[in-house]
């Protein structure tokens, strides 16, 4: 029978180029190489059977699992109890040196064993392309090579001279390779996985492994020590800034997402989207936290990133890229592979890369007056990019479009698209004025104050009482909790505390939020989704801004206990509690940064 593990029960790790998620019990069911969007080597996630996995786990059952990260690290580790011993498995993928992209990554799975005597089985079954590329598997005396023709996946063995009888290892005929090791207490072998190996198989002594998992360590924790923030929940932003860290992509500056595709927003339902590549928005929005707590490298970073994105003078932004900067994002539908308990299609790739979101000019004007404020000053070339940007949207800002939620039902008149384009213009101006910098001033004032007008017009609904999703419709939008964050309006205004009550009443449940009514406002999907993570933490902040600390801090304190048992958050979570959507999600773990530091602030003026 075919099983899945819940979303939430794995853990990330990763190199800076690409990533691998970690059960808890001991299986690697998803990794792409060599950089996050590309095709999958084990993906068994999204189809059990034919996704491929590398699985480590006590022969003896039952037994009980535990996992956790190193403190301030992305060092996983899983834990094994059985009655004859207890055991567990070190996870990491040590940093890619240099600055370049690179077709070289290392799985580091370090196995223990830590009292008593314990028996793990080893199972390795890639699965090239998704599943489509058939390959070869050649065994060595110190490991394996996996060749698909265009990938190889070498295994070496950890161990020591005298120890090879600790282990028994065969090949089936489908290539894959399954065995056994026996450990008595404080022995430690292993293995690693290694694309584009330079070399043959070779077999790494424990003490090598062991100076790997020390520079591994230390680099996180050095990276981690840059955080300037210091206040409550400290270990839970600690983990969010980790989390985001690792979804960054190191050789160009660009953040996805999400490191996966395909996981549902309903489980049996077809909202099933690709998130490993990089969105304007989602990017913006993590520059943002980051910046926040410190980490200043980081924007600059997505900032050259972003010029190098630019395809010419006067073009609209990209809605998304590829972590090269590419924008081949052809949507496929990957029909040989089930889904996750059936959730099809799966799709790779994203059809939203041709829509039209207003809102990502807000989102990244936003963000380069906040690194601006951070002593990160925009260069010329830079600001001409920008202009140009400007000048796209002066001619553009006032029409249709598929909105934040990348809808497909049609394109409509968003009320937050048009928030976030006043915030381009607002921040643009912003910038010139502090910085004498060259640019139609007057122009962009006057369409940052018609735009001002037609919300308060057209967005606002007398008969809710609120500022709606769309001009003319009645329907509340979760969207709209960041008017206030983003300077739009005063944040005890009559008219906000009416929308923030009417949101309170339709969208929240519980203390989760969600993103919109489908029902109310047909999205050209069927079926249904958990309330939005993002969204529930927006609300914490609205709240908190609104005066209402102690109404946040109960939203908030509930919030975390979501979180999957690393701290770790999905798109999604479903009136059941249960975690729904690609994961870990980025969106999800910077808005919890900036509620914490939000309400944090909020509690300590309070006193």
């Known amino acids: 029978m075919t099983t899945y593990p819940p979303i939430a029960e794995h853990g990330l790790i990763g190199d800076l180029q690409t990533a691998a998620l970690v059960a808890t019990d001991g299986t690697i069911d998803w990794f792409c190489c060599p950089r996050f969007d590309a095709p999958s080597v084990f993906g068994a996630m999204l189809d059990e059977r034919r996704g491929g996995h590398c699985r480590i786990q006590p022969t003896s059952r039952p037994y009980r699992c535990k996992q956790m990260y190193l403190p301030d690290t992305a060092v996983l580790v899983t834990r094994f109890m059985t009655a004859e011993g207890t055991g567990e498995i070190v996870d990491f993928m040590p940093p890619t040196p240099g600055p370049g992209a690179t077709g070289n990554h290392r799985i580091v799975r370090i196995v223990r064993c830590v009292r008593g005597r314990m028996t793990f089985d080893l199972d390795i079954i890639p699965r090239f392309d998704y599943g489509r590329r058939p390959h070869t598997t050649r065994m060595s005396e110190h490991g394996a090579v996996f060749d698909s023709g265009d990938l190889t996946l070498t295994l070496h063995v950890v161990r020591e001279p005298d120890d090879a009888r600790l282990a028994q290892v065969q090949v089936a005929e489908n290539g894959h390779l399954y065995g056994s090791i026996t450990l008595g207490a404080g022995q430690s072998r292993g293995i690693v996985l290694e694309s584009a190996a330079p070399g043959p198989p070779h077999a790494i002594r ?245 735009i001002y007008g037609q919300l308060w017009e057209r967005g606002w609904n007398p008969v809710r009482r609120a500022f709606v999703q769309q001009y003319g419709s009645e329907v509340l939008d979760a969207s709209l909790l960041r008017m206030v964050k983003v300077g739009f309006v005063a944040p005890r205004d009559p008219m906000w505390l009416s929308t923030l009550d009417r949101i309170t009443e339709e969208l929240v449940t519980d203390s989760l939020v969600y993103r919109y009514d489908p029902d109310a406002a047909p999205d050209g999907l069927q079926g249904s989704e958990g309330t939005f993570s993002l969204c529930t933490f927006d609300y914490v902040d609205a709240l908190t801004r609104a005066g209402r600390t102690h109404q946040a801090r109960l939203v908030f304190e509930k919030m975390l206990t979501y979180a999957n048992h690393l701290g770790l958050y999905a798109e999604e979570i479903a009136l059941t509690g249960e975690q729904l959507g690609n994961f870990p999600q980025a969106f999800t773990h910077l808005s919890l940064i900036d509620a914490a530091l939000t309400l944090d602030r909020a509690l300590d003026d309070s006193r």
């Open 206 to 450: 424990a003490a090598e492994i062991d100076e790997m998992l020390g520079r591994t360590v230390r680099f996180w924790q050095s990276w981690l020590a840059r955080c300037t923030y210091r206040g409550r929940w400290r270990e839970m932003v600690y983990r969010s800034a980790i989390t985001l860290k690792l979804m960054t992509y190191a050789p160009t500056g660009a953040m996805v997402a999400a490191p996966t595709a395909g996981l549902p927003e309903q489980i049996g339902g077809e909202r099933n989207w690709d998130y490993r590549y990089t969105w304007i928005r989602d990017a913006s929005f993590t520059v943002h936290s980051l910046l926040a707590l410190g980490f200043t490298e980081e924007a600059a970073d997505f900032a050259h990133w972003l010029r190098d994105q630019r395809q010419g003078q006067g073009d609209p932004l990209q809605l998304m890229y590829r972590v090269d900067g590419s924008t081949d994002l052809h949507e496929q539908i990957l029909s040989h592979w089930e889904g996750y308990w059936g959730s099809g299609p799966v799709r790779i790739g994203n059809e939203a890369a041709g829509q039209l979101q207003l809102d990502i000019y807000g989102e990244l004007l936003d963000s380069v007056y906040r690194a601006d404020q951070c002593g990160i000053r925009i260069g010329h070339r830079g600001w001409q990019d920008l202009t140009s940007v400007l000048n796209w949207l002066s001619a553009h800002w006032d029409q249709p479009e598929e909105g934040i939620w990348e809808t497909r039902g049609g394109r409509a008149d968003f009320t937050y698209g048009r928030l976030m384009s006043w915030v381009a213009f607002d921040r643009a101006i912003r910038l010139a004025t502090a910085h004498a910098l060259p640019g139609p001033i007057e122009h962009w004032r006057r369409h940052r104050d018609r």
